[in-house]
């Protein structure tokens, strides 16, 4: 009688239907995380939009470059430290953290007297982004089941649609209105009802240690030292000064030049150490994966990290309409991870199949910003271009993002959520650095051919990573 009335208990179990994501049960966590993501894309579009003016108006446009990459060297260190910090304690208090920062360095960015002081705030607001990445991440992940992952990533691309459209407006208009630096400022006035939409899905771990991480401790002798993570951000930090001083005209050349030569050296040393065993061979599962993330982020960010400014030199547009390719980006992103999270598509097509998809998309796409620079098309059939490479995006991205939270171990899933978001930065800093240099030494005299030239490297990564594709499981 009990084994048949636990088998019936059984039957009905199974065919309950799967839980909603924005049910009632799961609708403080996703409520919170996208108000979270919301702000986050808000100051992102704002402050790209807003940066090639804010450095004119410092007279600072030759380091433009390092200005971009401040905030990617910081942020390789913070998500060694946030990752640790998240297996041993849980994402609520370095969430938290991560918040305090972020209003802490949009106060001195947009303060600054200087380039200098700018570049610092930016750096201040990389150990903000990557105490803040990490922690959410993870959060999404222990406070969800397994099945909702592929769609709670998919709101993450969602809440960049409003950001992505109405931002660069903003952006523009603030400018033009109060000046440059109000826009640093906006963000913080957002942040007080994102924390308070937050706080309820906060309260849903367990305490200082996240449910599920606290039976099974992160492992010390897996954890990644920091002084590789701290090499690797010094080289960048080398890497993108270095540019500007040797390629600007100016006085420092021998500076420059031996700052790129000691970056290039720490890169070397410090870069097998910082990422997982096997990343820079695409060995099979998660070094194949971080590989893969690194070369994604340098074949789309190559191009969209330099489309509004291509845009401003080039087109001679102002920041509200540079911001139209941020626009399309989170738009079509969007788009791309809508589809990445329908069940027939997660059913269908296994996470290597959606990554060689938008690889493939990224590659044709990208060709549009490349014969928009060169005066080839016009603004709208390059940007098409454009957002058919940010759909690819939204595709290949939530699928690496889901498929790290499969292959690590959920005591250690911080550690390899940072190796993935370290590799992300490198490939952005490293497409930052080389741009930057190129931009210092054409500062006078930048064209098209310039941008053509940074988006038809970035096109190459996007080609070796389509062959690395088959390796991301064991």
Same mark, same amino acid.
């Given at each position: 009688?009990?084994?048949?009335?636990?088998?019936?208990?059984?039957?009905?179990?199974?065919?309950?239907?799967?839980?909603?994501?924005?049910?009632?049960?799961?609708?403080?966590?996703?409520?919170?995380?996208?108000?979270?993501?919301?702000?986050?894309?808000?100051?992102?579009?704002?402050?790209?939009?807003?940066?090639?003016?804010?450095?004119?108006?410092?007279?600072?446009?030759?380091?433009?470059?390092?200005?971009?990459?401040?905030?990617?060297?910081?942020?390789?260190?913070?998500?060694?430290?946030?990752?640790?910090?998240?297996?041993?304690?849980?994402?609520?208090?370095?969430?938290?953290?991560?918040?305090?920062?972020?209003?802490?360095?949009?106060?001195?960015?947009?303060?600054?007297?200087?380039?200098?002081?700018?570049?610092?705030?930016?750096?201040?607001?990389?150990?903000?982004?990557?105490?803040?990445?990490?922690?959410?991440?993870?959060?999404?992940?222990?406070?969800?089941?397994?099945?909702?992952?592929?769609?709670?990533?998919?709101?993450?691309?969602?809440?960049?649609?409003?950001?992505?459209?109405?931002?660069?407006?903003?952006?523009?208009?603030?400018?033009?209105?109060?000046?440059?630096?109000?826009?640093?400022?906006?963000?913080?006035?957002?942040?007080?009802?994102?924390?308070?939409?937050?706080?309820?899905?906060?309260?849903?771990?367990?305490?200082?240690?996240?449910?599920?991480?606290?039976?099974?401790?992160?492992?010390?002798?897996?954890?990644?030292?920091?002084?590789?993570?701290?090499?690797?951000?010094?080289?960048?930090?080398?890497?993108?000064?270095?540019?500007?001083?040797?390629?600007?005209?100016?006085?420092?050349?021998?500076?420059?030049?031996?700052?790129?030569?000691?970056?290039?050296?720490?890169?070397?040393?410090?870069?097998?150490?910082?990422?997982?065993?096997?990343?820079?061979?695409?060995?099979?599962?998660?070094?194949?994966?971080?590989?893969?993330?690194? @070369?994604?982020? /340098? #074949?789309? *960010? !190559? $191009? %969209?990290?330099? &489309?509004?400014?291509?845009?401003? =030199?080039?087109?001679?547009? +102002?920041?509200?309409?540079?911001?139209?390719?941020?626009?399309?980006?989170?738009?079509?992103?969007?788009?791309?991870?809508?589809?990445?999270?329908?069940?027939?598509?997660?059913?269908?097509?296994?996470?290597?199949?959606?990554?060689?998809?938008? @690889?493939?998309? /990224? #590659?044709? *796409? !990208? $060709? %549009?910003?490349? &014969?928009?620079?060169?005066?080839? =098309?016009?603004?709208?059939? +390059?940007?098409?271009?454009?957002?058919?490479?940010?759909?690819?995006?939204?595709?290949?991205?939530?699928?690496?993002?889901?498929?790290?939270?499969?292959?690590?171990?959920?005591?250690?899933?911080?550690?390899?959520?940072?190796?993935?978001?370290?590799?992300?930065?490198?490939?952005?800093?490293?497409?930052?650095?080389?741009?930057?240099?190129?931009?210092?030494?054409?500062?006078?005299?930048?064209?098209?051919?310039?941008?053509?030239?940074?988006?038809?490297?970035?096109?190459?990564?996007?080609?070796?990573?389509?062959?690395?594709?088959?390796?991301?499981?064991?």
């Amino acid at each position: 009688m009990t084994s048949t009335a636990d088998a019936s208990t059984a039957s009905t179990q199974t065919e309950l239907p799967p839980d909603k994501l924005f049910s009632a049960k799961h609708l403080p966590v996703a409520i919170g995380i996208i108000a979270l993501v919301t702000l986050g894309a808000f100051e992102n579009r704002a402050t790209i939009s807003i940066m090639p003016t804010a450095a004119r108006a410092l007279d600072g446009l030759a380091w433009f470059g390092p200005a971009n990459a401040a905030s990617m060297v910081t942020f390789m260190v913070a998500v060694v430290v946030a990752g640790r910090w998240v297996d041993r304690l849980g994402s609520r208090t370095v969430l938290l953290t991560g918040l305090a920062t972020f209003a802490a360095a949009q106060v001195v960015t947009a303060s600054a007297p200087s380039m200098a002081v700018f570049i610092a705030g930016r750096g201040l607001s990389g150990i903000a982004e990557g105490l803040i990445d990490v922690s959410t991440l993870v959060f999404a992940a222990r406070a969800l089941p397994e099945h909702l992952r592929a769609k709670v990533f998919a709101t993450f691309a969602a809440a960049w649609i409003l950001p992505s459209l109405l931002g660069p407006g903003a952006a523009g208009a603030a400018e033009a209105l109060v000046g440059w630096r109000l826009v640093f400022l906006l963000p913080t006035v957002l942040l007080v009802p994102a924390v308070l939409l937050l706080l309820p899905g906060l309260r849903r771990v367990s305490g200082p240690r996240d449910a599920g991480s606290a039976a099974t401790p992160a492992d010390p002798s897996h954890e990644k030292p920091l002084l590789p993570a701290l090499g690797l951000a010094s080289a960048v930090a080398l890497l993108s000064i270095g540019g500007p001083l040797a390629f600007d005209g100016g006085d420092h050349r021998i500076a420059g030049l031996a700052s790129l030569v000691v970056g290039a050296i720490a890169l070397v040393a410090t870069i097998r150490a910082a990422l997982p065993a096997g990343t820079l061979t695409a060995a099979p599962g998660i070094p194949a994966v971080v590989a893969l993330r690194t @070369l994604l982020v /340098i #074949a789309f *960010g !190559g $191009i %969209g990290g330099y &489309l509004p400014l291509m845009l401003d =030199v080039t087109h001679d547009v +102002g920041p509200a309409l540079a911001g139209i390719s941020l626009s399309v980006t989170g738009v079509f992103w969007a788009a791309g991870s809508a589809i990445h999270s329908l069940d027939a598509v997660q059913r269908r097509f296994d996470a290597a199949a959606r990554v060689r998809l938008g @690889l493939s998309l /990224i #590659a044709i *796409g !990208g $060709i %549009g910003p490349i &014969l928009l620079s060169l005066e080839i =098309v016009d603004l709208v059939p +390059g940007l098409m271009g454009w957002a058919l490479a940010a759909t690819g995006m939204g595709l290949s991205s939530p699928s690496l993002s889901t498929e790290i939270f499969t292959l690590a171990p959920e005591h250690e899933q911080g550690q390899a959520t940072a190796a993935s978001q370290i590799g992300a930065s490198l490939g952005s800093a490293l497409t930052t650095a080389g741009g930057g240099a190129l931009i210092a030494a054409r500062h006078d005299t930048l064209d098209g051919a310039v941008f053509a030239l940074l988006m038809g490297i970035s096109l190459g990564a996007a080609v070796i990573a389509l062959t690395l594709t088959h390796r991301m499981r064991p």
